[in-house]
């Protein structure tokens, strides 16, 4: 029960900054955005306009993580070229 072997294999992570990921994330909410904006009116009568400001925010605050990630990135990279 407790004798497990497991197998770690040697693979680096695809995004270690993470910028790619929220990029990914932004462009969904901005997506789901522009998809959402011709239903306006059918939203607000069924008194789901929640959605769409959901997805606007999401992409206000994807911005924020953006410049967030970039910013880690560079100060990363500039601790790496330090250390070498």
Same mark, same amino acid.
């Given at each position: 029960?407790?004798?497990?072997?497991?197998?770690?294999?040697?693979?680096?992570?695809?995004?270690?900054?993470?910028?790619? *990921?929220?990029?990914?994330?932004?462009?969904?909410?901005?997506?789901?955005?522009?998809?959402?904006?011709?239903?306006?009116? +059918?939203?607000?009568?069924?008194?789901?306009?929640?959605?769409?400001?959901?997805?606007? *925010?999401?992409?206000?605050?994807?911005?924020?993580?953006?410049?967030?990630?970039? &910013? &880690? +990135? +560079?100060? +990363? *990279?500039?601790?790496?070229?330090?250390?070498?």
């Amino acid at each position: 029960m407790g004798n497990r072997t497991y197998l770690i294999a040697p693979v680096e992570p695809l995004d270690v900054d993470g910028v790619r *990921t929220v990029q990914v994330g932004t462009a969904l909410f901005f997506l789901g955005f522009l998809g959402l904006l011709p239903f306006y009116g +059918r939203l607000e009568e069924s008194g789901h306009t929640w959605l769409l400001w959901m997805c606007l *925010t999401g992409v206000g605050l994807g911005l924020l993580g953006m410049e967030y990630c970039k &910013r &880690r +990135r +560079r100060y +990363r *990279t500039e601790l790496a070229a330090a250390d070498e």
